[in-house]
């Protein structure tokens, strides 16, 4: 008995001691160029950082508010600086045409004279944001509301797609090729007929069919997967049925026919 009591304590001495040396000496030993690759976070190679800033004024009976994008890790980096210059300076000039528009509104006898609730609001859609930094695009959404007087305010839809490397505004016309509107007006009204689960909010149209007049709008976001299509008040029927806004989805598949620069 005392015979295999001293076995069992060797042996618990000598698997204490072989545990001892492991981990003092390291370890098991690996590659050190493959252990860094493992644990080191690389940037990843398409990101834009994006921060949202705004100009605001709030007053009796008067808010407005304009967000604006600024990015950086810009390649290359220097030209960041110009692109967040003309952001900046383009969300100035609409902030000023706006606070022109609603003083003058408040004003108006026509919008019951003075005191009355002016609005004007743009707001950056943060989940329909895309950049692309190794082709160059910032492509980002913003939804917004207006109210100087009536019986109802109107929401809208705005975009901007830019590219990084110019600073240059990109149209659909720098995107696609060939006949795509006629193609993109097709599919707009195919998905709206069938309210289409790639159609947010084309079930609300279903009274204006028999007048509808699809048509491709100014406004659109990119993404990795294709383009969304934003649709305003009144731009595909009444008032009661569009005040959402609707967006139209549209896949790379569909424009592949038709891409003259990829995204």
């Not at 304590?9 to 040396?21: E, G, M, N, W």
């Not at 981990?23 to 949202?52: C, D, M, Q, Y």
């Not at 609001?121 to 989940?127: G, N, R, S």
């Given at each position: 008995?005392?015979?295999?009591?001293?076995?069992?304590?060797?042996?618990?001495?000598?698997?204490?001691?072989?545990?001892?040396?492991?981990?003092?000496?390291?370890?098991?030993?690996?590659?050190?160029?493959?252990?860094?690759?493992?644990?080191?976070?690389?940037?990843?190679?398409?990101?834009?950082?994006?921060?949202?800033?705004?100009?605001?004024?709030?007053?009796?009976?008067?808010?407005?508010?304009?967000?604006?994008?600024?990015?950086?890790?810009?390649?290359?980096?220097?030209?960041?600086?110009?692109?967040?210059?003309?952001?900046?300076?383009?969300?100035?000039?609409?902030?000023?045409?706006?606070?022109?528009?609603?003083?003058?509104?408040?004003?108006?006898?026509?919008?019951?004279?003075?005191?009355?609730?002016?609005i004007f609001?743009?707001?950056?859609?943060?989940?329909k944001t895309?950049?692309?930094?190794?082709?160059?695009?910032?492509?980002?959404?913003?939804t917004g509301?207006?109210?100087?007087?009536?019986?109802?305010?109107?929401?809208?839809?705005?975009?901007?797609?830019?590219?990084?490397?110019?600073?240059?505004?990109?149209?659909?016309?720098?995107?696609?090729?060939?006949?795509?509107?006629?193609?993109?007006?097709?599919?707009?009204?195919?998905?709206?007929?069938?309210?289409?689960?790639?159609?947010?909010?084309?079930?609300?149209?279903?009274?204006?069919?028999?007048?509808?007049?699809?048509?491709?709008?100014?406004?659109?976001?990119?993404?990795?997967?294709?383009?969304?299509?934003?649709?305003?008040?009144?731009?595909?029927?009444?008032?009661?049925?569009?005040?959402?806004?609707?967006?139209?989805?549209?896949?790379?598949?569909?424009?592949?026919?038709?891409?003259?620069?990829?995204?």
């Open positions: 008995m005392q015979k295999n009591q001293k076995i069992i304590l060797t042996i618990i001495v000598i698997f204490f001691f072989a545990a001892s040396v492991y981990f003092l000496s390291g370890g098991i030993h690996r590659n050190p160029a493959v252990e860094n690759e493992a644990t080191t976070t690389l940037p990843v190679a398409n990101a834009l950082n994006i921060k949202v800033e705004a100009l605001s004024a709030s007053s009796t009976n008067l808010e407005l508010l304009v967000e604006y994008p600024q990015i950086t890790n810009a390649a290359p980096e220097s030209a960041a600086e110009g692109i967040n210059a003309q952001l900046k300076k383009d969300a100035k000039a609409e902030y000023d045409s706006a606070m022109i528009d609603l003083k003058k509104a408040q004003a108006d006898p026509a919008t019951d004279g003075a005191g009355w609730d002016v609001q743009k707001k950056l859609i943060k989940d895309y950049t692309n930094n190794e082709t160059g695009i910032l492509s980002v959404a913003y509301y207006q109210d100087t007087g009536g019986a109802h305010g109107t929401p809208f839809y705005m975009s901007q797609t830019i590219d990084t490397k110019s600073s240059n505004t990109l149209t659909l016309k720098d995107l696609l090729k060939g006949d795509y509107e006629a193609a993109i007006i097709k599919e707009v009204d195919s998905q709206i007929r069938s309210a289409a689960s790639t159609c947010l909010r084309c079930d609300q149209l279903a009274g204006d069919l028999q007048d509808l007049k699809a048509f491709v709008p100014e406004s659109f976001v990119l993404s990795d997967q294709g383009i969304t299509f934003l649709f305003g008040s009144y731009d595909l029927g009444s008032y009661a049925s569009t005040a959402g806004g609707q967006e139209v989805f549209i896949d790379k598949e569909f424009l592949a026919p038709y891409i003259l620069r990829n995204w």
